[in-house]
């Protein structure tokens, strides 16, 4: 048993299981596919696995850079890597100078008035680990213009030098899509600020970056989705291992007759005799309401005893209602447990059953489930 596993006694709740040995296994492939280093993206609760355990892997692992988006996912990453070196990709907020120094973190500075803020407080003496600079290519979300990133590279005695920079990155806006045009534009770009700024390393790709014809590695690649399982090349095979998977247990069984309405508002009625299954998930634990079975709409699926049953009726708060009519009896057991993420149900297909994509899914994880962690 992990010491990072949080299984209840005689827990009814559904049970997150998380291969830490796949997550290690997909941080080396991407890793070797880009030929230079890979860091870790783990923010959002290292999309919902957990921080601590997925970064203590990773770290055991040789993983040496890791990237969260808020101070507070920093300070957990540094507990459990003490050596590594930790961005903060949402940026500096005005008088969080002194948390970044007191806890050895590196902020991702995306303004000028970061870098002013940044470059004052460094000399004022403060011992701080080097910042990273976003240069934004395409996104316009955060960083800086490349017009204005270009305008102070130039000015290398300036800005830059005083907040001293120890890498520069940008972020890809499509890169899933290979056909779309604007990652050319944006590896374009990017090349134009990287030459600007000779001797500091760069980073531009994230998970599908690894798989995009023409991208350069650089010193440092960001993935973060494919470690985790994702797929980072829609509509082709999935080269990446799954890490997660969930299983819920059946708490009732029956059967309905023909037109008998199921779930809230009556949403789904059986057209004929059916056999049912409620399963101890709902929406407060983080499976999207999205995903509920209707009349006219298609929705989620478990598997049970191997056999994709569809949900029927409303996603409620802490369950969900499955139709078992076409499984096997030796799986409609009070307690036996059916499957929601994991096999045919790979993240990609619950999204989209949900209406969503597998990264909503993947951090909406919840934290009623009981966690285990296998494979380390």
Known sequence: MSIFDTAETASSSATLTVDLAALVANWRALGARAGTEASAVVKANAYGIGIEPAATALAAAGCTSFFVAHLSEGIRVRAVAPDATVYVLNGLLPGTCGSYAQHGLSPVLGSHEELLEWAAFRQTGANVRPAALHVDTAMNRLGLWKGEGLTLARERSGVISAADIGLVMSHFASSEDEADPANARQIEAFAEVTAALPGIPASLKNSSGHFLKGC?????????????GGNPTP??????????????????????EGGTQVGYNGRWTAKGRRKLATICLGYADGYPRN???TGTSTGGSALVGGVLCPFVGTVSMDLIIVDVSDAPIAALQRGELVTLIGGRLDLETVGTSAKTIGYEILTSLGRRYARRYIGL
């Open 291 to 293: 995903a509920s079975g």
């Open 235 to 256: 509509g082709l095979p999935n080269p990446m291992q799954p890490v997660i998977g969930l299983t819920a247990p059946i708490l009732q069984l029956r059967e309905v």
């Open 216 to 228: 350069p590695s650089y010193q440092l690649t960001r993935p973060g989705y494919a470690l985790y």
